[in-house]
């Protein structure tokens, strides 16, 4: 990696004042995997992403086919995305429709970022990122496919494709500010083999994008978090023809589990139960005493209607963690909402199979009943008999 690369969100002044300029505490331990406290505890647990299944967001394409084989026309706005959200306008012609850059690749541009009003907010001469990885704002990722080598034109953006409703610090950006965009295609190369790359280059390539994915998170851009953890995780995971030592495996271990976690948190936000406790899944065959895997499992299981199983998981949690406020509140919220359920269960068998303990109490009444007729019946039939057999000798005496 060059000291051109884009900046990981541990250095990014976006990631670290986010948290300041919206007034509330940062969501990140130490900047490194998020709290449960503010994250977990609601009345109302939040949704999840999925990386692979379940819902999916659609990504937002520019409307221009890359190759379309012909230059954008000079000093004419084209309507990107047809809604008329994301306007460029070419200021000066690039080296042809073939120089385009493709996603995935390292691009380099020369960037000015001002307000709609004109006012300059930052100067960039070298911004490298990977494009099409969510590295930088919507708007750059989009136009900057459709740009030629050398090209320098000018964007307008809308609010939802830069900073959006909470503006950032770094650069100063309002809330909900539309941004005037001046940009210069410089260079373009394939991105590195992953399985190449050092251990090292690999820890400092997954982090970044993993605090990439942070960033958004604290944004509430959930889908695009669960991409750059995504990418984060594909990087620890690649295969090496590197040698790599015991430690250095546990660091890309330790990133791998954070991308993890910090997934299944913003999966949670997206209502995709099952990817989230894919994640926390493969969270604790790493590490079996997890915490904030063990929680979040609990979680998902609960929002799943599988009371019995999610507190057997936050007891667990609650074991290993005796001080932990947020899994008792859980942990009893969840055993209350079991008992609910359990008692809605009893009263609807009742209701399904009548009283049955009045229908056998009612049994017993009868049988007993026919066993005292019974009895006086086989009383009386003997004394009757008993009394005929005595008359009969009487009668008989009597003629002798």
Same mark, same amino acid.
């Given at each position: 990696m060059t000291d051109k690369e884009v900046k990981g969100a541990g250095d990014n002044p976006e990631m670290v004042l986010l948290g =300041?300029?919206?007034? &509330?505490?940062?969501?990140?331990?130490?900047?490194?995997?998020?709290?449960?406290?503010?994250?977990d505890i609601d009345d109302n647990p939040p949704p999840l992403e999925d990386a692979g299944g379940g819902k999916k967001t659609k990504t937002e394409e520019p409307a221009e086919d890359q190759n379309t084989g012909t230059s954008a026309p000079l000093d004419e706005w084209m309507d990107m995305l047809g809604n008329g959200q994301l306007k460029k306008k070419v200021l000066q012609v690039g080296n042809g429709p073939d120089s385009r850059p493709t996603k995935g690749q390292n691009v380099m541009i020369h960037l000015k970022t001002s307000l709609a009003d004109g006012t300059l907010i930052e100067e960039q001469p070298e911004l490298s990122f990977t494009l099409g990885d969510g590295d930088v704002i919507q708007a750059l990722d989009l136009t900057v496919q459709l740009m030629e080598m050398r090209e320098k034109a000018l964007v307008q953006a809308n609010a939802k494709y830069a900073y959006g409703a909470l503006g950032?610090?770094?650069?100063?950006?309002?809330?909900? #500010? #539309?941004?005037?965009?001046?940009?210069?295609?410089?260079?373009?190369?394939?991105?590195?083999?992953?399985?190449?790359?050092?251990?090292?280059?690999? %820890?400092?390539?997954?982090?970044? =994008?993993?605090?990439?994915?942070?960033? *958004?998170?604290?944004? #509430?851009? *959930?889908?695009?978090?669960?991409?750059?953890?995504?990418?984060?995780?594909?990087?620890?995971?690649?295969?090496? &023809?590197?040698? %790599?030592?015991?430690?250095?495996?546990?660091?890309?271990?330790?990133? @791998?589990v954070k991308c993890l976690n910090n997934m299944a948190a913003a999966q949670l936000k997206l209502d995709h139960y099952e990817a989230a406790l894919r994640s926390c899944v493969s969270v604790?065959?790493?590490?079996?005493?997890?915490?904030?895997?063990?929680?979040?499992?609990? =979680?998902?299981?609960?929002?799943?209607?599988?009371?019995?199983?999610?507190? @057997?998981?936050?007891?667990?949690?609650? =074991?290993?963690?005796?001080?932990?406020?947020?899994?008792h509140a859980e942990l009893s919220k969840l055993v209350k909402k079991?008992?609910?359920?359990?008692?809605?269960?009893?009263?609807?068998? @009742? @209701?399904?199979?009548?009283?049955?303990?009045?229908?056998?109490?009612?049994?017993?009444?009868?049988?007993?009943?026919?066993?005292?007729?019974?009895?006086?019946?086989?009383?009386?039939?003997?004394?009757?008999? #008993? %009394?005929?057999?005595?008359?009969?000798?009487?009668?008989?005496?009597?003629?002798n």
């Open positions: =300041k300029k919206s007034g &509330k505490a940062s969501l990140l331990d130490s900047g490194e995997d998020f709290e449960m406290l503010d994250d950032s610090l770094a650069p100063d950006v309002p809330p909900n #500010a #539309a941004l005037a965009l001046e940009v210069q295609l410089l260079d373009a190369t394939e991105a590195p083999d992953l399985e190449l790359l050092s251990p090292q280059e690999r %820890i400092a390539l997954a982090g970044q =994008k993993r605090e990439r994915g942070n960033v *958004y998170y604290q944004r #509430a851009d *959930y889908a695009f978090a669960v991409n750059s953890y995504g990418i984060a995780l594909q990087v620890t995971e690649s295969s090496s &023809k590197v040698d %790599i030592s015991p430690e250095e495996e546990e660091e890309l271990m330790d990133v @791998k604790l065959a790493h590490q079996p005493d997890n915490i904030k895997a063990l929680f979040r499992k609990g =979680k998902v299981l609960a929002l799943q209607g599988e009371y019995a199983e999610a507190i @057997k998981i936050l007891k667990r949690a609650l =074991k290993l963690e005796p001080s932990n406020k947020t899994i079991h008992s609910e359920q359990k008692g809605a269960e009893q009263a609807m068998y @009742k @209701k399904m199979l009548g009283n049955p303990a009045s229908g056998s109490s009612g049994m017993q009444k009868h049988q007993a009943r026919s066993s005292w007729v019974v009895s006086w019946k086989w009383l009386f039939g003997a004394t009757a008999v #008993a %009394i005929g057999g005595v008359a009969l000798s009487v009668v008989i005496a009597a003629r």
